[in-house]
């Protein structure tokens, strides 16, 4: 394992913490001039939800001002404002993703609704009795529960890539678990309670051998790591841009165009027809035909804003920043002999969603009494009910960072996990 100080040495020319500036980021973001319970905002909390820099509120409110209409519909300027500024924003992903294209690019509500489309409409047309789901022990519900449900109405098998020890997905027997009658492999690139980075490029390699198809759930990765899905490979990828600096009710859904193609909606009205008849409909081509009715139109606009806020700070940068923090986080974690880090201790080969537990105060105690400092975790299962089962206890708290967190911020954490023990009179 590299220590916080081998990493900061390792950096070559990627600029370091010292250089990022998350302090300077801070700043874009309006949120973080405000208090909680009297304390300025520390905010530990962005692997549910970032928080929105100014650029993107703003983008919401000249939406609203002086753009507002219905896409595709009209022929008035509005609307062709409104219709330039939505697909930009496709443009915009499709490139943020390894340069795909735009029609692969579907947006929808959010990852999870993604991944149902998934589920239903490619699961229920190619997924019979006797055939194999396979996802991991680490899923998030949004990449659970839609396989669970394929699985029950198809009689297909759902088969679990169990995780190791120490938070790692464990490959020994993994020509077993992915064989010829697998027919997807759906899997999160980054665990939202383990901060697993999973090797999803050679899982998606043994899975094309078996002709298997590869969903990426991208939720925590996309927004924290330059994601090249071209040169993955991968079928599919669901993310969401509340999660990446952008409003929250809409999310992306990528597929590769050979598949979108042959799938059928799931959801049926207006925008995602080409021609109805009183008998009989022609499904609209792609990437129209996956989203029926008025989209987020506003939310599109403003997740281009955040693309770009983010593109501006460089994805390696973002990357690199975390990865000295989350070293940080963890040396100063581990110094606390009365708490326990879940997941892996390398931080090269983890994100920073950090999850722990103190050895005697509840995660929803200790989130509660974090939160008087002003410290936002969060505490439970983390929608991985599951996983959180497999790790012996019933919730976790977590702590979670992105571009605006800083070191001040992890000693803000430490300094107030020591003051809970006093607070809860195990000092
Ligand atoms: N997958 C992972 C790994 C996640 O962390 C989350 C959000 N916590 C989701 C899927 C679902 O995202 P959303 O709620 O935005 O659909």
Request: glycine fraction near 8%; include cysteine.
């Amino acid at each position: 394992m590299k220590s916080h100080r081998q990493i900061l040495e390792m950096s070559g020319g990627v600029p370091t913490v010292t250089s990022f500036k998350p302090e300077r980021i801070k700043l874009d973001f309006p949120i973080f001039t405000r208090t909680v319970h009297g304390k300025p905002l520390i905010y530990l909390d962005s692997a549910a939800t970032t928080q929105k820099p100014q650029v993107v509120l703003d983008t919401i409110e000249k939406y609203y001002s002086y753009q507002n209409a219905n896409v595709h519909r009209g022929l008035h300027t509005l609307a062709e404002e409104a219709t330039a500024a939505y697909e930009a924003t496709r443009t915009k992903v499709a490139e943020f993703i390894g340069g795909v294209k735009p029609e692969e690019v579907i947006f929808t509500r959010n990852a999870t609704e993604a991944i149902n489309i998934v589920a239903q409409s490619w699961g229920e047309a190619n997924v019979r009795h006797g055939d194999r789901i396979v996802i991991t022990q680490m899923e998030h519900h949004a990449n659970l529960v839609p396989w669970l449900m394929l699985s029950r109405k198809t009689g297909a098998k759902l088969k679990y890539i169990k995780i190791t020890g120490d938070g790692l997905l464990d490959l020994s027997d993994i020509d077993e678990i992915i064989d010829s009658r697998t027919k997807i492999v759906a899997l999160t690139q980054m665990s939202n309670v383990l901060g697993t980075i999973n090797p999803v490029e050679e899982i998606i390699e043994i899975a094309h051998k078996k002709g298997a198809m590869v969903l990426i759930d991208g939720a925590q990765s996309v927004p924290h790591l330059p994601v090249d899905i071209k040169a993955l490979h991968a079928d599919f990828l669901a993310f969401s841009a509340h999660k990446m600096l952008g409003p929250t009710g809409i999310g992306i859904l990528y597929g590769k165009q050979e598949f979108l193609e042959k799938m059928e909606p799931v959801t049926y009205g207006g925008e995602m027809i080409s021609d109805v008849r009183f008998e009989s409909v022609r499904w609209n081509t792609l990437p129209w035909k996956f989203e029926a009715g008025t989209p987020h139109i506003a939310g599109a606009a403003a997740f281009g804003a955040a693309l770009q806020y983010l593109q501006n700070l460089g994805m390696d940068n973002i990357r690199r920043h975390e990865l000295e923090l989350t070293a940080y986080a963890l040396e100063r974690l581990a110094a606390l002999d009365f708490i326990k880090v879940f997941g892996p201790t390398d931080p090269e080969k983890r994100g920073g969603a950090i999850a722990f537990a103190d050895n005697d105060i509840h995660p929803h105690d200790l989130a509660t009494f974090l939160d008087t400092l002003g410290i936002a975790v969060r505490a439970g299962h983390h929608c991985a009910q599951p996983l959180t089962k497999l790790l012996g206890v019933s919730s976790t708290t977590r702590a979670s960072i992105y571009i605006y967190n800083t070191t001040d911020d992890i000693d803000h954490l430490a300094d107030g996990l020591n003051e809970a023990r006093k607070y809860f009179r195990y000092v």
